[in-house]
């Protein structure tokens, strides 16, 4: 088995990351439902995460001295600009989530990149900062999606499921500079513990999973991407992990998390940054290799021709 390079010798990378969806999952949600009532109630659900949540979250990880990574909504930040500063200001990573959740597989390219862009138009007026990284909202992403991040210099996705470590992504048959912190459904808050009656969350009901068991389920991922020196990725909501009692398993978890000396726990653009300086991957490890070529040759580099195509794959 393989063993990774973690910074200062450290055995293993945690990344805890929230998806400040607010109620625009909800609006989603209960876009065709016709009784205007019950929407609002569930859109409370939402408006709960920014409203009260995110300070539960804020001041559990300045408890445990850890800088985490929250995906934010274009439409989610232009609502709450103050929660969105009172994060960066606390010196935790914003990365693009979007502008209402959009499903980008129903996207055409020029969408997608109208929304990318918008997003990052707000966040950087809110914070003063272009995010970096960014996790795709509902459903899966477009299959041009990666190749619109890469053009637009994202340093990294936390979108897909593929490896238990960071990752290049593949773009026209070749590794390209876009690293991927992969997450799963196991990791995700959302899967175990999101409930809603109207309308139904999950769908079909019967669920509020016991939190002891959660939180058993939790720790012994990261046991298991400790043991094997892998970057375990929680993918949380504050809406759920900020609420009191599940604030309490998110603690747990920070307990043991923290517990380890030999742990490294990072934002996401601090992981992505690492991972091209130690791993530079088959297209950065070409343009150092140019840099130290002879006078007078030149590499080529294979990608650029291909990927400035931007057709609707
Ligand atoms: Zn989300």
């Not at 918008?118 to 992403?141: A, C, H, L, N, Y």
């Amino acid at each position: 088995m393989e063993i990774v390079k973690w910074p200062e010798g450290k055995k293993s990378a945690v990344m805890f990351s929230f998806d400040l969806d607010g109620d625009v999952i909800w609006r989603n949600m209960s876009a065709d439902e016709p009784n205007a009532e019950k929407l609002i109630r569930a859109r409370s659900i939402g408006q709960y995460g920014p409203n009260r949540c995110v300070d539960m979250i804020l001041d559990l990880m300045d408890k445990y001295g850890v800088k985490a990574t929250f995906y934010v909504p274009g439409f989610v930040a232009e609502c709450n600009p103050e929660v969105v500063k009172r994060i960066a200001d606390a010196g935790h990573e914003i990365g693009n989530h979007g502008y209402t959740h959009e499903r980008f597989v129903e996207k055409t390219v020029e969408e997608q990149r109208e929304i990318i862009e918008k997003t990052q138009r707000i966040i950087k007026e809110i914070t003063g900062k272009e995010p970096v990284g960014f996790r795709t909202p509902s459903g899966d992403w477009h299959v041009r999606t990666p190749y619109i991040l890469s053009e637009m210099g994202f340093s990294y996705s936390s979108s897909m499921r593929g490896d238990d470590k960071p990752y290049y992504t593949i773009l026209d048959g070749e590794e390209s500079d876009l690293v991927e912190i992969p997450s799963k459904w196991e990791l995700d808050d959302y899967v175990a513990q999101a409930y809603s009656v109207y309308p139904a969350e999950p769908s079909g009901l019967d669920r509020i999973s016991c939190y002891r068991n959660v939180q058993d389920n939790d720790i012994r991922e990261f046991r298991g991407y400790y043991d094997l020196g892998m970057c375990i990725s929680f993918l949380m909501h504050p809406q759920i992990s900020g609420a009191p009692g599940r604030n309490l398993v998110l603690e747990e978890v920070l307990k043991e998390v923290t517990s380890h000396e030999d742990v490294w726990v990072a934002t996401g653009s601090e992981i992505a940054e690492y991972w091209k300086r130690t791993y530079p991957g088959k297209r950065r490890k070409a343009q150092q290799d140019k840099a130290k070529l002879p006078d007078g040759e030149i590499l080529q580099d294979k990608r650029t021709d291909k990927d400035s195509g931007r057709g609707e794959g």
